[in-house]
């Protein structure tokens, strides 16, 4: 599916960094390769990275590429957000070398009874987003689909305006 393009920014949307630099958005990006599987283990414990699905070898170099890239278009966001899960902390780390926990980007897979909350949160803290910044949010496939209505590969970024517009798609291959 192609992405909407918010009105002003058709020149940009095949200029993803273009896009960046002029701000009011935030890229939400879902955590790099991870090892096989599908949520986490029985029993995981957020305080306990060894109980959780972790980055795959692959995903930790993807996850490097993807700062890579940002460092190479010149893009610095303001703030990186990040799920508490170890996998998104570490993609966090490893593209950027810091990141924040923002609760509202944890994962619902296995217990949703917070997803509207979050996505409200969500919402209205890309809405407080101004031109000429963006912010990094590392995340789950779930959490980018309430807040877009779209799925993701791992390790690939959404870019969304403010106005909840998807403006564009970056696979960090």
Do not use: K, Y
């Amino acid at each position: 599916m192609a992405a909407a393009v918010w009105p002003g920014t058709a020149s940009l949307a095949a200029d993803p960094a273009a896009l960046l630099r002029a701000g009011a958005c935030v890229i939400m990006v879902r955590h790099a390769q991870t090892e096989a599987g599908i949520g986490d283990p029985p029993n995981f414990r957020l305080d306990d990275c060894a109980s959780q699905r972790l980055l795959s070898p692959a995903g930790r170099q993807q996850a490097v590429r993807m700062g890579e890239w940002f460092r190479r278009e010149g893009l610095q966001p303001g703030s990186v957000w990040s799920s508490a899960w170890c996998r998104c902390r570490d993609t966090a780390e490893l593209a950027f070398g810091r990141h924040r926990v923002l609760d509202a980007l944890n994962s619902t897979f296995q217990n949703n009874n917070n997803q509207s909350a979050q996505t409200l949160l969500l919402r209205a803290r890309l809405r407080s987003i101004q031109a000429g910044q963006f912010e990094v949010w590392v995340t789950h496939q779930v959490n980018i689909s309430a807040l877009t209505g779209e799925s993701t590969s791992m390790g690939e970024g959404l870019i969304v305006h403010t106005s909840g517009a998807l403006l564009a798609r970056i696979p960090f291959a």
